[in-house]
């Protein structure tokens, strides 16, 4: 079983519409949850975080931990085109310092 | 305020050979990670330097080796280089030694091994 398992995808959405990206881990002292957009050539890039359960707004991004489930997502409203990329989600497991990432999700926004 | 910069930019080598990347941090970062990303993959830990000193290390062999200087600038070293070491490496800077701070990336090393 991977640490942090995220759908490959692509998930295909239209323009307008809400992105809601998935991401499960495994281990159950996780403290501190990342959400990473990466466009194809380019490096992560950062666009929220999370530490406690509950939901996280920031503009049109909502991260939503659940600790009990181990499960954490990534709500993207009013999906744009300049959205379309691979989305990383990536977990640090308690007293650790080591970031670890899911294989991705690739988002298409359609026009 | 300067970002993480990291060079070469590409690079090829061929197997056996060894390679050196190097990576300035964010100004006011005094930890360094190193990750590995395969071609569709996430990125992989390979380990983290704090104050000069390995701070943990991911599932990578001994000839995956590193450096932090005084100025918190890093250097990764891979010698007997593989065909699977093909990859692209990135940097990312952060403040403080634990993993609970958020990494800013530079733009990756790009590495074909042939």
């Known amino acids: 079983q991977k640490e942090v398992e995220q759908n490959s995808g692509p998930l295909s959405v239209p323009e307008g519409a809400i992105a809601s990206l998935n991401c499960t881990y495994s281990d159950r002292g996780s403290q501190s949850f990342f959400w990473y957009r990466q466009y194809s050539g380019k490096s992560p890039e950062l666009i929220m975080f999370i530490y406690s359960n509950g939901d996280k707004e920031d503009g049109r991004f909502t991260a939503q931990l659940n600790k009990a489930s181990q499960y954490v997502s990534l709500l993207i409203r009013d999906s744009q085109p300049s959205d379309s990329a691979t989305y990383l989600c990536?977990?640090?497991?308690?007293?650790?310092?080591?970031?670890?990432f899911g294989g991705g999700t690739r988002l298409m926004v359609k026009p | 305020e300067t970002g993480v910069t990291q060079s070469p930019t590409h690079l090829i080598k061929t197997r056996g050979q060894q390679v050196t990347l190097r990576c300035s941090s964010q100004s006011g970062h005094n930890t360094v990670s190193w990750y590995q990303q395969a071609l569709g993959q996430g990125p992989q830990f390979i380990f983290q330097?704090?104050?000069?000193?390995?701070?943990g290390r991911g599932n990578f062999p001994p000839r995956f080796s590193g450096l932090q200087f005084p100025n918190y600038s890093s250097e990764l070293n891979v010698n007997a280089l593989e065909l699977d070491d093909s990859a692209l490496y990135l940097c990312?800077?952060?403040?403080?030694?634990?993993?609970?701070?958020?990494?800013?990336f530079g733009a990756g090393s790009r590495l074909t091994v042939l």
């Open positions: 990312a800077s952060s403040l403080g030694g634990t993993g609970a701070n958020v990494l800013t």
């Open positions: 330097y704090y104050r000069e000193e390995e701070n």
């Open positions: 990536a977990v640090i497991a308690n007293a650790g310092n080591m970031l670890t």
